[in-house]
């Protein structure tokens, strides 16, 4: 990713490495780093909103451990 951070793809690299953490591995922690660097990085990206949407689960699935 940090080879890429010029590129136009860089917003995709950092949501789907999340994405993946999230979704395919359930690593919630790794997930919600690389999503709130998208956030910290991008915060007018139109995938944003989604990213929030993903954060809010992820602090869900933490108050009920």
């Known amino acids: ?3 890429y ?6 917003a995709d690299a950092i949501y789907y490495t999340a994405y993946i953490y999230d ?5 919630y922690d790794e ?3 690389y999503y ?3 956030l910290n990085e991008m915060p ?4 944003a909103e989604q990213v929030k949407v993903h954060l809010n ?3 869900k699935l933490r108050e009920n451990d």
Not at 23 to 27: E, G, H, T
Not at 44 to 47: A, G, V
């Open 36 to 38: 709130n660097r998208f």
């Open 5 to 10: 951070d010029d590129s136009y793809e860089y």
């Open 57 to 59: 689960r992820i602090n």
């Open 31 to 33: 997930a919600a780093k």
């Open 23 to 27: 979704r395919q591995l359930s690593k």
């Open 44 to 47: 007018t990206n139109e995938l």
């Open 1 to 3: 990713i940090q080879d």
